[in-house]
């Protein structure tokens, strides 16, 4: 046998088994959940049984009408690449209504715990809507966008994916794709924490994500949450 042909036949192998390997790691992805997911801060349910997440409730800033709520996203394993949150109002908003992060230890005004490297969060404080990233200014709190919004009974829509957050109405939108410094999606920098490596996403619904009950709000009704 020629060494062209025991060549191009170990190059088909390898070929082949590349090619396997890749199936294999598609096929041990599991699909994006179907369907939308409703988190009730009144009644203090969620319906229908909210996948890939663990939901907990607790004490708001509100009179005992409303609930806060804590959602954490494990999209680790799945083709999932972003997450949906329509957030519904009631009457007038006031204080933390809103903090949507990629730490555990996001807890409003930017930064973190050191839990994440490149820790990247969303908040709603009165009626202000404001971004930060620690990439942008480390161990300082300005955010890198602020927009005012009129939300008393009404609704706004949240998506959060790599490198990206979009709101509205009124529409906005911020990316990063080059400099990457917002939310990652996967996170696997060597300097974030084991536990959080991969995509992981966190929700605080009248509360921030971490440092309840210091920084509490009150008018978050309901929010609507589906994958993608």
Request: hydrophobic share 45%; aromatic share 8%.
């Amino acid at each position: 046998m020629s060494t062209h042909a025991v060549n191009s036949r170990s190059f088909l192998s390898a070929g082949l088994a590349a090619a396997f390997a890749l199936l294999g790691s598609v096929a041990a992805s599991a699909v994006c959940p179907v369907g939308a997911y409703v988190v009730d801060l009144k009644t203090g349910t969620v319906a229908p049984p909210l996948p890939l997440s663990v939901v907990s409730f607790s004490a708001s800033s509100c009179p005992a009408t409303l609930k806060a709520a804590l959602v954490s996203f494990n999209l680790v394993g799945t083709t999932c690449t972003k997450v949906v949150a329509i957030v519904e109002y009631e009457g007038k908003p006031t204080g933390w209504t809103v903090n949507f992060g990629d730490s555990p230890t996001n807890d409003g005004f930017g930064g973190d715990g050191g839990t994440t490297d490149h820790d990247a969060e969303l908040w709603i404080l009165e009626q202000t809507l404001a971004v930060a990233s620690d990439s942008f200014n480390p161990g300082v709190d300005n955010p890198i966008l602020r927009q005012d919004l009129a939300l008393t009974d009404g609704a706004l829509k949240l998506v959060v994916k790599d490198q990206a957050v979009s709101w509205g109405q009124p529409s906005g939108s911020l990316q990063t794709p080059l400099s990457k410094r917002l939310f990652a999606l996967p996170d696997n920098d060597g300097a974030t924490a084991a536990a959080e490596k991969g995509s992981k996403v966190y929700l605080g619904l009248n509360r921030v994500i971490t440092g309840a009950p210091a920084r509490l709000g009150c008018g978050a009704r309901r929010a609507l949450i589906y994958f993608q």
